[in-house]
C-alpha cells in the first residue's frame, strides 16, 4: 500500500518561500511520475505541478517561473519549492503519484494521494 506523506506548509506572509516535501512509502515510485495538486476554500481541486521518472516537468500557468518541483529518488520524495507566494496561492496541497511506470508529467494520472499540507499566504 503506497503512503504519501506532505509536509512544509504553514502560514507565510505574500512574497515569501516554502519548500513542500512529499515522502512516500510501502513502494519505490522513481519510475513513476508524480505531482502536487491543491485545493482552495470553495473551489475544486487543481494541478499545480507534475515531475516525470526523468525528471521532465509540467507546470501550470498561473504558477510558473515561481514553483519548482523536484525528486529525490533515492530518499522517495518529491518536493515542491514555492517562490514568491500569492494570497491567490492560499490552499491545500496535495502530493500525488502514478501507479503507472514511465509515464511523463503532462498525462500524471493521481492513483495515490496524501492527506495534504495546508499553505496560507497573508497579504
Known amino acids: 500500500q503506497v503512503q504519501l506523506v506532505e509536509s512544509g506548509g504553514g502560514l507565510v506572509q505574500a512574497g515569501d518561500s516554502l519548500r513542500l516535501s512529499c515522502a512516500a512509502s510501502?513502494?519505490?515510485?522513481?519510475?513513476?511520475?508524480m505531482g502536487w495538486f491543491r485545493q482552495a476554500p470553495g473551489k475544486e481541486r487543481e494541478f499545480v505541478a507534475a515531475?516525470?521518472?526523468?525528471?521532465?516537468?509540467y507546470y501550470t500557468d498561473s504558477v510558473k517561473g515561481r514553483f519548482t518541483i523536484s525528486r529525490d529518488n533515492a530518499k522517495n520524495t518529491v518536493y515542491l519549492q514555492m517562490n514568491s507566494l500569492k494570497p491567490e496561492d492560499t490552499a491545500v496541497y496535495y502530493c500525488?503519484?502514478?501507479?503507472?511506470?514511465?509515464?511523463?508529467?503532462?498525462?500524471?494520472?493521481?492513483?495515490?494521494w496524501g492527506k495534504g499540507t495546508l499553505v496560507t499566504v497573508s497579504s
Open positions: 510501502g513502494r519505490t515510485l522513481s519510475s513513476n511520475a
Open positions: 500525488a503519484a502514478d501507479s503507472r511506470e514511465r509515464g511523463g508529467p503532462l498525462t500524471i494520472r493521481a492513483d495515490y
Open positions: 515531475i516525470s521518472w526523468m525528471g521532465g516537468t
